[in-house]
């Protein structure tokens, strides 16, 4: 790990637990977590309160089922820009960011594009919508790929925490 990839606080092995059991299930309450991680509720909501302080927790969230709400088709879409100047790249990015069915975007490097979406809509007809009359209306859009998820190998929101010393 080098200098500038370091936690800008110090996590020990019970905030490292704290967290794995929070990306695991959000929604336990403190006197559940002090349980689990082996403090008492005080100090365990402390630590917790001190990760929220310090950005290490960002949000809590509740995942959805996908399919259950209609939403059957994932998108993993590679966009090349015309041209790579912080204007266009900000137009891009502004755009993608109203758009509800986009889950994922990134700036990226090592492929024929600029950007990478992760977009979700219910079905064929909806993307062929998405695609046509959102996507490729952003002005810089040159080229779009578009692949389709068949099945979700591996779907986690954890981060790998056992680097952390």
Do not use: W
Request: glycine share 6%.
């Amino acid at each position: 790990m080098s200098t500038s990839d370091k936690p800008l606080i110090k996590i020990d092995n019970i905030d490292r637990n704290i967290l794995e059991q929070l990306q695991q299930n959000g929604s336990l309450t403190n006197q559940e977590l002090a349980d689990k991680v082996g403090l008492s509720p005080s100090p365990c909501l402390r630590r917790v309160r001190a990760l929220e302080e310090a950005g290490v927790i960002v949000r809590q969230v509740t995942i959805l089922d996908h399919k259950k709400l209609g939403l059957s088709l994932t998108a993993i879409i590679l966009i090349g820009m015309d041209r790579h100047t912080p204007e266009r790249f900000a137009t891009f990015e502004r755009q993608v960011g109203e758009y509800p069915e986009v889950q994922e975007c990134y700036l990226i490097t090592g492929q024929d594009a600029d950007y990478m979406l992760k977009v979700v809509v219910p079905d064929m007809d909806h993307y062929h919508h998405f695609l046509l009359n959102r996507i490729t209306r952003i002005q810089g859009v040159s080229g779009v790929h578009s692949s389709f998820v068949l099945r979700r190998v591996i779907d986690s929101t954890a981060l790998p925490l056992g680097y952390l010393s």
